[in-house]
């Protein structure tokens, strides 16, 4: 929930990319699809504390595996 009392469902995939774009399946569920690193989620202002929580975690994760 933000701070705002909004739910939301925060999903954040570990992997590595090897090529291609990323895309949309379903436009009516996904907002948007981007590759983008770890650096460039935390220091992007407008991005809600909750993702960048959660980004953080998962770089924890992905350094303490050799994915």
């Given at each position: ?22 895309y ?44």
């Amino acid at each position: 929930m933000t701070e705002s009392g909004i739910h939301v469902i925060d999903i954040v995939f570990l992997c590595h990319h090897k090529a291609g774009e990323p895309y949309a399946k379903s436009k009516e569920e996904v907002d948007d699809v981007m590759w983008v690193t770890t650096s460039e989620i935390l220091a992007h202002t407008e991005l809600p504390v909750y993702l960048k929580e959660n980004i953080k975690l998962a770089d924890k994760l992905l350094q303490g595996h050799n994915l």
